[in-house]
């Protein structure tokens, strides 16, 4: 079974840089062709997607977010992550990763708030 | 950028009702599109993709059909354990979801 972990910290200071990371298990981040997602929800919100890597690396990213954000793959450590920066209050959300087409598995999420 | 209309917002139904959602895309997206339950301070499920096929597990009675621009959603029986957000998502170009539909008992 594939499970996605969400770690980094919970408080990020406005115009810092956002840091999390995703630690896949049950599969092997670089094998077959997955695609290995970020999306994230304010509360009270719909989701959105912010972006993916595949697993040999490629990347594409939301329009809205291509300027401020970064996703980069370990496959040493099976783990990709999210780079967002200058972040403000309106960054404040739960962030998942997922993989896939299809985000058949998802990480439990975690929160990451904007504040000074 | 591909947008995603979905309808309604929210609905109310009784329990045995049949209850149906829509998805329409800015432009054609073949069958690349997705349907996903949320509960609570939970991750979404994936329950329907590309379109119309059941995700494992999934009961048979969600369903879903279309293709091009025009998608439907549907729970042919609602349960009390449906009450739960419901999205759409393409991933013909890049991704994107749907607004979401609330979906509660009446």
């Known amino acids: 079974q594939v499970h996605l972990q969400e770690s980094g910290p919970g408080l990020v200071k406005p115009s810092q840089t956002l840091s999390l990371t995703c630690t896949v298990s049950?599969?092997?981040?670089?094998?077959?062709?997955?695609?290995w997602n970020w999306i994230r929800q304010p509360a009270g919100k719909g989701l959105e997607w912010i972006g993916r890597?595949?697993?040999?690396?490629?990347?594409n990213y939301s329009p809205s977010l291509r300027s401020r954000v970064t996703i980069l793959v370990d496959t040493s450590r099976s783990q990709f992550s999210l780079k967002l920066s200058s972040v403000t209050a309106a960054d404040t959300a739960v962030y998942y990763c997922?993989?896939?087409?299809?985000?058949?598995?998802w990480g439990q999420g975690t929160l990451v708030t904007v504040s000074s | 950028d591909i947008q995603m209309t979905q309808s309604p917002s929210s609905l109310s139904a009784s329990v045995g009702d049949r209850v149906t959602i829509t998805c329409q895309a800015s432009?054609?997206?073949?069958?690349?599109l997705n349907w996903y339950q949320q509960k609570p301070g939970k991750a979404p499920k994936l329950l329907i993709y590309d379109a119309s096929n059941l995700g494992r597990g999934v009961p048979s009675r969600f369903s879903g059909s279309g293709s091009g621009t025009d998608f439907t959603f549907s729970i042919s029986i609602l349960q009390p354990e449906d009450v739960a957000t419901y999205y759409c998502q393409q991933y013909d170009n890049l991704v994107t979801f749907g607004g979401g539909t609330k979906v509660e008992i009446k």
């Open positions: 432009r054609d997206i073949s069958n690349y």
């Open positions: 049950g599969d092997s981040i670089s094998s077959g062709f997955f695609y």
């Open positions: 997922a993989r896939g087409l299809e985000f058949n598995f």
């Open positions: 890597i595949s697993s040999s690396g490629i990347t």
